[in-house]
């Protein structure tokens, strides 16, 4: 079966860096994307991962080791708008590749 | 502005009956994916369609069905059979297969009366 794990709930101050972790056992790996989800909005796209190191696009970065089946979103600079669910999902290949979601990781920001 | 719209925003359902939640985009993608999520859990896939007029069984297809008659529309048809309907349900598109970032909709959520 896969198996995808994030932290459930992480908290952060306001202008401080939070490191969100997220780690996999897939049958087969074909890439690995985070979504931010706000409370019953829809997810919204923020990185793909599908080579070893890391990604930077604005204040949010995404790192990836396929050996350690391990990445992490990383976000600088803390808002309170960042104050969100943040969503791990790996493309599992096999039969074709399909999208696999963790739990997600429930981030509040504080002031 | 091109998008995913879903509709309704809420949904009731009564004990026996089907109902039909909607998905339109315009963003001119060839595949579409339903999600249903619950508290707790990760976004579960239902059904998808990465063509006009197929599509393929997701995680959990059971109780549920679809249509994918034009490029623009899928569709979900949640029938008596799914037992445990109540969720809140996305609707998603892509450019190409699952390794393209999915754009999805504002979810409808789902509620037994």
Wanted: glycine letters at 10%; hydrophobic letters at 30%.
């Amino acid at each position: 079966g896969q198996n995808i794990d994030q932290p459930t709930e992480m908290t952060a101050t306001e202008g401080a860096i939070v490191q969100i972790n997220c780690t996999y056992q897939t049958s087969g790996f074909n890439g690995l994307f985070w979504y931010q989800q706000h409370a019953g909005e829809a997810p919204t796209f923020l990185s793909y991962n599908v080579l070893d190191g890391l990604e930077e696009k604005g204040r949010f970065s995404s790192f990836l080791s396929r050996s350690k089946g391990y990445s992490y979103l990383l976000l600088k600079e803390l808002q309170m708008k960042d104050s969100a669910s943040y969503l791990c999902a790996v493309v599992v290949t096999g039969g074709g590749n399909k999208l696999t979601f963790g739990t997600g990781t429930q981030l509040k920001v504080e002031l | 502005d091109g998008g995913i719209t879903q509709s309704p925003k809420y949904l009731f359902r009564k004990e026996g009956q089907n109902v039909t939640l909607s998905c339109e985009q315009n963003l001119n993608h060839d595949a579409m994916y339903w999600y249903r999520q619950d508290p707790g859990q990760g976004l579960r896939l239902i059904y998808y369609s990465q063509i006009v007029n197929d599509f393929q069984k997701g995680d959990i297809a059971e109780g549920y069905s679809v249509s994918r008659e034009k490029k623009e529309s899928f569709p979900l048809t949640v029938t008596s059979a799914q037992k445990n309907p109540t969720a809140f349900y996305l609707c998603a598109s892509s450019l190409g297969g699952f390794e393209k970032p999915q754009h999805f909709g504002d979810g409808t959520r789902l509620s037994i009366l």
